[in-house]
């Protein structure tokens, strides 16, 4: 059985830091692609970033480009997102997902998410 849990977020002002982690068990890892998705009140899941698996390959969504950044630790079986500047329309609930941009809607694995909230 899969599984995800995510943690590290909370309530911070524009323009602070934030890390999210990403524990996931029952799969393999270290062959998987990974992405993180949010969802925004409101709306739906939106992908932000994803990595290969060896940790090289990266990716971003364009109005996330310079601010964030994705890594992971096959050894402990954990995904990271590191966001800095963080601004009000980042605020979400942030869920790591099984899969890279174009694939983890297909695998339709992702965790309960950990809740950013940006605001003064």
């Known amino acids: 059985q899969m599984q995800f849990e995510e943690s590290g977020g909370g309530l911070v002002q524009p323009g602070g830091s934030l890390r999210l982690s990403c524990v996931t068990s029952g799969f393999t890892f270290s062959g998987t692609p990974m992405s993180w998705v949010r969802q925004a009140p409101g709306k739906g899941l939106e992908w932000v970033s994803d990595?290969?698996?060896?940790?090289?390959?990266?990716t971003y969504l364009d109005s996330v480009k310079g601010r964030f950044t994705i890594s992971r630790d096959n050894t402990e079986n954990t995904l990271y997102l590191a966001m800095n500047n963080l601004a009000p329309e980042d605020t979400g609930v942030y869920s790591c997902?099984?899969?890279?941009?174009?694939?983890?809607?297909?695998?339709?694995?992702w965790g309960q998410g950990t809740q950013v909230t940006v605001s003064s």
């Open positions: 997902a099984r899969g890279g941009r174009k694939t983890w809607r297909l695998f339709n694995s």
């Open positions: 990595v290969d698996i060896h940790g090289t390959g990266k």
